[in-house]
């Protein structure tokens, strides 16, 4: 045969065994996922649904949702091949502490009317045990995350409340430091963890529940990490070597969580994993602080349509640069690789960043065969794309289990801290 048939051959060869690759990923995916839920860490429909629908979200058809509105819906949900997911029942740290509480336990009640409206595709879970249950059924089991300490308003009582509704993990902080724990975007006051903000660790262990490092400053990560019995976990973030982002964890943070025996789930958020889309991100907002775009000063102040368009045009000469799947698997390689494979997870935080548009190919919840086909592309093992799909996190969560059980009738270990913390410290809320 001549060297340009044999090149013809490859050819065809290349083209032909293209689609067969593809539906060897497709396969191997598909067996995984049967095997072990894949479950992300977080999800803000929630608040989503809130926002958007206001009080219609009590009966909203969940089914099929209008994808400018939405990143997840039943549908999608299917497609995308969802066997567990946390949903957030985020509140904004504006508000105050006692608002913060009601509107928390209205989204952890939409949570459970989801899985009262819907109990063919839901239903609640608290334990990694009750997950498999609900993934062996074919339903999706439904998990909620608190994001936020100031959510529980200084009180552990509020605490446990939380944990008797089925509340999995609270996030220690969201984007303001809190009166007991220092945020990652804020100025921080504590130096990580107060007192307080340790017995909030101890407590989260004696209830089993997970302490979610994601939004809190590398101090306040080292604090938790010291004191916590069980292993802790970072719900929706990505890694601070690939993107010098304070929401991001570093390799020497990594390499703890590990040895707690945590999770670091990689977050889709595009600030959090495109280098580009931040540089560019923090440009927008100091020329919007330039031409006077409330609430900010500047050129045209007091003149709204002039700002406005002033920004139309920056942005049209500054296009937004996209992130893409492919960089949110180098996150989640970067992580296996410092941490191992037993300690990454998936946090997509999807419905949960207003105007920024999701990374090309991770557009809503149907796409997450896409990226684990991605990392199987990269070389990984089907155990090791089991891991991270949920082996990961519910070993984590059978690990808290655990330290709650030797725990029991531990509440003598919280009696030096009072059941809430006086307000005698600025919150900087």
Known sequence: M??????????????????????????????VLKATPLIDGHNDWAETQRNVAGDARWTLDLHQLDPAKYNTDIARLRRGKVGGQFWSVFIPATLPGPEQVKETLEQIDLVHQWVVRYPDTFALARTAADVRRIHASGRIASLIGVEGGGQIDKSLSVLRTYHDLGAGYLTLTHTRTIEWADS??????????TPFGEAVVRELNRLGMLVDLSHVDEDTMRDALRISKAPVIFSHSSARALVDHPRNVTDDVLRLVAAKGGVVMGNFAPPYISDAYRRWSADLNAERARVGTPPYGGLFIGQPERAAAAIVEWQRVHPEPRATLAQAADHIEHIAQIAGHDHVGIGGDFDGLGDIKLPEGLPDVGSYPALLAELMRRGWSDADIAKLAGGNILRAMEAAERVAASMTGANAENAVVPTSQPSTVSSGN
């Not at 048939?5 to 065994?17: F, P, S």
């Not at 990652?184 to 963890?193: E, I, K, N």
């Open 2 to 31: 001549t060297r340009h048939a044999l090149i013809a051959v490859a050819a065809l060869w290349t083209i032909a065994a293209a689609p067969a690759l593809a539906q060897d990923y497709d396969a191997r995916v598909a067996r």
């Open 184 to 193: 990652a975007t804020d100025v921080p006051q504590h130096g990580g963890l």
